[in-house]
Nanobody
């Protein structure tokens, strides 16, 4: 059973930075695409960023492009989301997700991700 555990969330002022981490268990982790989604109160879960298993391809939502950077360290079974220039609209619970499919293009579609973490809260004060 694959398990994902996010960490690194917190309360920051607008313009600040946070670095989220997602620790994964399971021997297939390093061969699977990973992604970050976020969900604000009263809103649907939305895509933020994704990264291929080999880190050669990344995908970003327009809302975070240029401010967020996704990366991974397969030796540590960990994926990261570096968030800079945070704005209040970034306030949400951030979820790490794993795509159990192999040899498939990156996707921003949440239904195609099979495993999810419990989420970590990010709050950006205005």
């Amino acid at each position: 059973q694959v398990q994902l555990v996010e960490s690194g969330g917190g309360l920051v002022q607008a313009g600040g930075s946070l670095r989220l981490s997602c620790a994964a268990s399971g021997r297939t982790f390093s061969r699977n695409a990973m992604a970050w989604f976020r969900q604000a109160p009263g809103k649907e879960r939305e895509f933020a960023a994704a990264i291929s298993w080999s880190s050669d391809i990344t995908l970003y939502a327009n809302s975070v492009k240029g401010r967020f950077t996704i990366s991974r360290d397969n030796a540590k079974d960990t994926v990261y989301l570096q968030m800079n220039s945070l704005i209040p609209e970034d306030t949400a619970v951030y979820y790490c997700a794993l795509d159990a499919r192999i040899r498939r293009p990156l996707t921003a579609v949440p239904n195609l991700y099979n495993y999810w973490g419990q989420g970590t809260q990010v709050t950006v004060s205005s």
